[in-house]
C-alpha cells in the first residue's frame, strides 16, 4: 500500500446505548484488517471501556497518559484481534479542551506519526449528545449512525442527525440498521429515518445495509470474543463483512485533510469550541 495515502475516520454513532455500536465497530474493524487495511480502532466511549471489556483486554495505558505526556501514542496501542489495533478509552478528550498549545502540538504530533501506518481509523462513540461525541463526529470523515428497531433509537438517530446539522453544519451520514429479524426491516427502519431528516433538514442520508439479530452476538460478548472470531460464519458476521466491503468503498477525504493530524486538529478545535 502506498504510503501517504489518506486515512479513512469513521465514527460510530446512533445516539442510543445498546443498538450496537461497539460490536459493530470492533467486528467492521476487524474485516476491514482481513481485507488488509491497517486499522485503529478508538474507544471513545469514555465511560464505560467498552471495547476493552468486549475482547477482554486489559490495557495499563490510555490516551489520557499520552496527553499527560506520560507515553507516547505508539506505547498504548493495544493488538487485538485480526492484527487490528486498539486505541483504548480514556477521559482524554475531556481533557484535550484544556491543553495548552504546547500539548495541542505534542498530541497533533503523535498522531502525525501513526498517519503512515494507518489505512482506516474507526471509533466507537459512546451514546449520547454528549460534546464529546460531537467533537467525534464533527472530526470524522463518515459517520455512521446505527439503528435498531425501538422507537427511541429513531428517535434518538434523529436527535443527533439533527443537532450535527443544525448547530455543525454537518450533511452526510450513513445509517446501518442492527438486530434486524425480516430481510426488508433494515430499509423501512431507515426510510422513517429518512423522512422526518428530509422534511426537516438540510441533510442525506445513506442507507448502507441491515446486521441481523443473532444470539452468536450475545454469546460472543459474553465470551469476550470478537464475533468474527467466535462464529466468523453466523449471519451476523456475513451482513459486518458485507457493511466492511461497502465502507472500503466509501471515498477517502482528500488530502490533505486525509492526514490524522487534521483530525486531531478538528477534534482539538471542536472540543475546545464548547467551552
Ligand atoms: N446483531 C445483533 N444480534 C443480537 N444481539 C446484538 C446484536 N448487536 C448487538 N447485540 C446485543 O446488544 C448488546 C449491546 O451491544 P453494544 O455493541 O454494546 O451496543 P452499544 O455500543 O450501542 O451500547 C450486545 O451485548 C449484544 O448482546
Ligand atoms: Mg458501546
Redesign the pocket.
Known sequence: MSQNRPVQVIAVS?G???????????NLSIALANMRRRVVLMDA?LGLA?IDV?LGLSPKHTLADVLAGKCSLPEILMAGPGGIKIVPAASGVQRMAELSSQEHAGVISAFSDLSDQVDVLVI?TA?GISDTVLSFVRAANETLV?V?DEPSSITDAYALIKLLNKEYDLQRFRVVA??TRTSGEGQLMFNKLNSVCERFLDVALQYVGQ????????HA?QRQKALLDFAPNCK?SL?LRELAKKVDNWPLPSAPSGKLEFFVERLLQAAGSEY
Open positions: 446512533g442510543k446505548g445498546g443498538v450496537g455500536k461497539s460490536n459493530i465497530s470492533v466511549d467498552n468486549l466507537d451514546a446505527v435498531c442492527n438486530m446486521i441481523p439479530f443473532d444470539e452468536n452476538v450475545r460478548v451476523a451482513a
